[in-house]
């Protein structure tokens, strides 16, 4: 049942029970005020009829009080009390007892009897004084009078006292009713309550028993939380630690990233300066006394000369490679067909020397740093030429797709569109396995006689790739030619 | 002024002795009656230039990495001042990053000078440039050099 509905029908019952009661309650005092009431009539009953039997009691006595004088002539008989004190007496108390109307009409009656009746024995009492009185005919009509007063008188009694006998008969019944009801009453008053009782304490009982169980489910179920939170707290500790890890490791990456740059920065930039003044005193000794020098020491200075030059390549890239980033640099709408453009004609004598042939798809605009996407061409499309075949002409296709990440090549994001322009040659190719590795630092897989690069330019491209969100990625067949595939986001 | 006109001036600034003296040196070949003065560093060119007894240069070439003030301030402070800002001044840095060259338009100055590390490139340069010293159009013929001889 539902604690909400089990509210409502202990209250229910609560009220119920009190209703009841309380009836009951009045029930019982009612009855018992009615077996009361009945008693008191009963008792008045028998008092009127005391009075009653007083009255006939006292007429009675006056009247052989007469007689005996009449029989004896004993005057001691005469000189009773006299009748009226106490018979006024009992008539008062009579008046004061009886309210029912039919009684008060006959206690009127008998009043009116008793006056008749007192009024004869006192004028045959005055009669009494004749000494002839008791020859003479009217001792005999006082007689019969005087009996005929007193039949009159003790039939109105008996008729008064029958009355109340009756009704008091009838409140003794009654009263008697009312006590069997007030019992019975009470009986029901208890046995209703020993009832109620044993509800409220069955539903308390109930009700207690829920309570513990809820009590004991709850610490069940506290005791749970506090493991857990245990739990949690320690997997919070674990995370924090692996958290302050993963701080430290950042921070000091962020420090080898920053020393790195600076020292790619400062060293290519700072060592240019005595490089540079090598080469310019190796100009001016090549002007001004190389003839001077012997064979052998011209051919030493040679040497002298160009590993200066490998070494300013070397600086000019390892330059190149550390300021291609794209911090200070505005990125911007670019178009790339322009960009090819600028590559062509930087490139314009060499695709001249070596007769090469490019030809491109129409190049979509993208978001970047023109001057890195520039070098980026550049490189691509030298490296190309450069790594031809030897008695082939080059040929170099660029075409364009705009493809979604479903391949998961790593670098790429999913769920962005990306654009990926093929730079396809028929060049010399490569194996595989060195489809990564033609991509790190100073790696070069051959040495070309024409080759002026030192190895870092598709280390570059491939930084200038990132830097545009994008990757770069090569393929090949040695022999047939390979394809490099630079994808950078669509630009919305 | 007791400056003789025929002589052409040119005013260097440059904390490296070496290549002053290479400076020199290629100028005395070409031509010995240039009058070439070297300052070490920015203050000395103003301190110079201040300098009564001094001629006016017809043209300052201006190292960028000197210690106390560096290039690009001297540039400023030269074409903000009035007496100054009308000498041309050249940007003659070991710097070939296009980023420097756009500065030094920006702030005024006449080009950007990568300094060669071929003498005979620089040979050709100053030659040219002696010559036209004294053209009011030196402006142009410089930044026409400076870019066929690629050394932008």
């Not at chain 1, 739990?231 to 490791?249: F, G, I, T, Y």
């Amino acid at each position: 049942m539902e604690s909400s509905k089990r509210i409502i029908y202990s209250r229910i019952i609560f009220t119920t029970g009190i209703v009841l009661l309380t009836s009951l309650s009045v029930l019982f005092i009612y009855e018992t005020y009615q077996e009361n009431t009945a008693s008191n009539v009963v008792y008045r009953t028998s008092l009127i009829r005391q009075s009653l039997e007083e009255v006939f009691a006292a007429l009675n006595e006056r009247e052989s009080a007469l007689r005996g004088f009449a029989l004896t002539a004993d005057r001691a008989f005469l000189t009773r009390d006299s009748l009226v004190h106490p018979l006024n007496k009992q008539i008062s108390i009579l008046d004061s007892l009886i309210n029912d109307s039919i009684q008060q009409q006959n206690l009127l009656q008998l009043k009116e009897k008793l006056d008749y009746c007192i009024n004869r024995l006192n004028s045959q009492s005055l009669r009494l004084k004749d000494k002839n009185y008791f020859n003479s005919n009217q001792f005999y009509t006082d007689l019969k009078d005087a009996s005929v007063c007193m039949d009159s008188v003790e039939a109105m009694i008996r008729r008064m006292q029958d009355l109340e006998e009756n009704s008091s008969r009838g409140r003794t019944l009654e009263a008697q009713a009312h006590t069997v009801m007030a019992t019975i009453i009470g009986v029901a008053v208890s046995i209703f309550s020993m009832i109620v009782f044993i509800l409220a304490f069955y539903f308390i009982d109930q009700e207690l028993k829920r309570s513990q169980n809820y009590i004991n489910e709850t610490q069940t179920l506290n005791s749970k939380i506090a493991e857990i939170n245990k739990e949690l707290e320690e997997a919070n500790r674990s995370l924090h630690d692996l958290n302050s890890e993963l701080e430290d490791k950042n921070f000091q990456l962020e420090k080898y990233a920053t020393e790195l740059s600076s020292f790619t920065h400062i060293t290519s930039h700072d060592m240019q300066e005595p490089l540079r003044k090598i080469e310019f005193y190796i100009s001016i000794v090549e002007d001004r006394e190389k003839e001077n020098l012997t064979e052998e020491g011209q051919k030493f200075f040679e040497k002298i000369k160009q590993s200066v030059g490998r070494m300013r390549q070397l600086f000019i890239s390892m330059l190149d490679f550390s300021l291609t980033n794209t911090v200070d640099n505005n990125i911007e709408d670019v178009d790339l067909n322009n960009v090819l453009q600028q590559t062509l004609n930087s490139l314009k004598v060499y695709i001249k020397d070596t007769n090469a042939i490019i030809e491109s798809e129409p190049l979509p605009q993208v978001k970047g740093i023109k001057y890195q996407l520039i070098q980026l061409f550049e490189n691509i499309v030298s490296n190309a030429i450069k790594f031809r075949k030897n008695d082939v002409i080059p040929e170099i296709h660029i075409s364009v797709e705009l493809v979604s990440t479903r391949q998961n090549l790593r670098g790429l994001k999913n769920g962005i569109k990306y654009y990926r322009i093929d730079f396809r040659d028929n060049g010399i190719g490569f194996e595989p396995k060195y489809a990564e590795r033609i991509f790190e630092i100073f790696q070069r897989l051959i040495a070309k006689q024409d080759s002026y690069g030192v190895g870092i330019g598709l280390a570059i491209c491939r930084k200038i790739a990132e830097n545009h969100g994008g990757i770069l990625v090569a393929s090949s067949q040695p022999n047939v030619g390979s394809v490099f595939s630079f994808y950078i986001p669509e630009s919305k | 002024m007791t400056k003789d006109i025929i002589h052409k001036v040119i005013l260097l600034a440059d904390d490296d002795l070496d290549d002053a003296e290479m400076f020199a040196d290629v100028l005395a070949e070409i031509d010995s009656t240039v009058e070439l003065y070297h300052v070490p560093d920015g203050f000395a060119v103003f301190e110079w230039l201040k300098n009564p007894a001094n001629p006016v240069p017809d043209i300052i070439f201006l190292d960028i990495n000197m210690p106390q003030i560096t290039g690009w301030q001297c540039l400023s402070s030269l074409k903000a001042d009035e007496l100054t800002k009308d000498i041309p001044v050249l940007i003659y840095s070991t710097s070939s990053h296009h980023k420097d060259k756009q500065t030094a338009i920006d702030l005024g100055a006449t080009a950007f000078i990568t300094k060669p590390s071929d003498y005979k490139i620089l040979e050709d340069f100053l030659t040219a440039i002696v010559n036209e010293l004294h053209n009011k159009d030196i402006a142009s013929i410089i930044r026409r050099l400076s870019n066929s001889l690629h050394l932008e």
